[in-house]
C-alpha cells in the first residue's frame, strides 16, 4: 500500500482491509506491505497550482513496493488519483483505482440513482477525478454549499479534531440531502473517520471509498491468486 496520505487514513484502510476480510486466524490476511509517504507534497496545492507535484514522491514510494516485491497497490488517497495513469505507466505492478472502487459500491448499493452527493478535496472536486466516472454514468454530480468548509473538516481530522469537524461535516451532509441528493460519496479519505459518529439517519446515504477501495483490493488479490492456482 502507498499510503501516509496521510497516515490516520491509512491506519483506517488498514483497519478496513482487516476487519471486511474473510478470514478466522492470521494466515487468511493477506499479506500486506505498507510504505507511509506522508512527506508526499500536498495534492490539492499541485493541482490548483499552488505547490510541487507529489508525483517525484510517489513514483519513489512506488519503486521501493516494487523493490520489497509486492504485486498489486492500492493508494488509501482520493486525489492522489489525479496521477494514477502517471504512476501505471512508470511500474508493471497493477494499481487498484479508488473511484473504481467507489463507483461500483455506488452501484451496488443504490443502482442508478441519478444525483450523487461528493464530499472530497478542493483538489479532487477541481480534477475531476470523480465527475469524470460519475457524469460519463449520466449522474449529476453534487458536491457541498461551502467547500471552504469542507477542506476545513479535513484539515482538522487530519490534526486530530475530531470533536471540531464532525458538526461541520453534519452539516454539509444534511444540506446535500436537502439539495436532493441520493447518495453521497466520502472521496477524501480522511472524512470516512467521521463516518462511525454521523447520525443514522445519515449513514444509509454514504459510500466510504475507503472501506470501497478495502474491497476491490481483497477481490482484486482473490481473482490474482485464483488465476495463478489455476496456471494461467
Known amino acids: 500500500m502507498l499510503g501516509g496520505m496521510g497516515p490516520a487514513a491509512t491506519l483506517d484502510f488498514l483497519a478496513k482491509l482487516q476487519g471486511i476480510a474473510n478470514a478466522v486466524c492470521d494466515q487468511d490476511h493477506c499479506p500486506v506491505m505498507t510504505i507511509s509517504a506522508s512527506g508526499t507534497p500536498d495534492r490539492t496545492a499541485a493541482i490548483?497550482?499552488?505547490?510541487?507535484?507529489?508525483?517525484?514522491?510517489?513514483?519513489?514510494?512506488?519503486?521501493?513496493?516494487?523493490?520489497?516485491?509486492?504485486?498489486?497497490?492500492?493508494?488509501p488517497c482520493n486525489t492522489a488519483h489525479y496521477w494514477f495513469d502517471a504512476l501505471q505507466a512508470g511500474t508493471e505492478l497493477r494499481l487498484i483505482h479508488i473511484v473504481e472502487a467507489a463507483m461500483e459500491q455506488l452501484v451496488l448499493r443504490f443502482g442508478g440513482v441519478a444525483t450523487v452527493g461528493l464530499i472530497a478535496t478542493t483538489g479532487a472536486v477541481h480534477s475531476g477525478v470523480y465527475h469524470q466516472r460519475l457524469e460519463a454514468d449520466g449522474r449529476r454530480v453534487l458536491t457541498p454549499p461551502d467547500q471552504v468548509a469542507v477542506m476545513g473538516v479535513i484539515e482538522k481530522i487530519k490534526a486530530g479534531r475530531m470533536t471540531e469537524a464532525l458538526p461541520v461535516l453534519v452539516q454539509q451532509v444534511r444540506a446535500l440531502r436537502e439539495a436532493?441528493?441520493?447518495?453521497?460519496?466520502?472521496?477524501?479519505?480522511?472524512?470516512?473517520?467521521?463516518?462511525?459518529?454521523?447520525?443514522?439517519?445519515?449513514q444509509p446515504l454514504i459510500v466510504d471509498a475507503t472501506e470501497a477501495l478495502a474491497r476491490a483490493s481483497?477481490?482484486?488479490?482473490?481473482?490474482?491468486?485464483a488465476a495463478f492456482s489455476s496456471g494461467r
Do not use: K
Not at 48 to 75: C, D, K, T, W, Y
Not at 180 to 202: D, F, M
Not at 218 to 225: V, W
Open 218 to 225: 481483497l477481490q482484486t488479490l482473490a481473482e490474482a491468486n
Open 48 to 75: 490548483l497550482g499552488q505547490g510541487e507535484s507529489p508525483l517525484p514522491a510517489m513514483q519513489e514510494a512506488m519503486a521501493a513496493l516494487e523493490r520489497a516485491g509486492v504485486s498489486h497497490v492500492a493508494i
Open 180 to 202: 436532493g441528493v441520493e447518495a453521497i460519496i466520502l472521496g477524501c479519505t480522511e472524512l470516512p473517520l467521521c463516518l462511525p459518529h454521523l447520525p443514522v439517519e445519515l
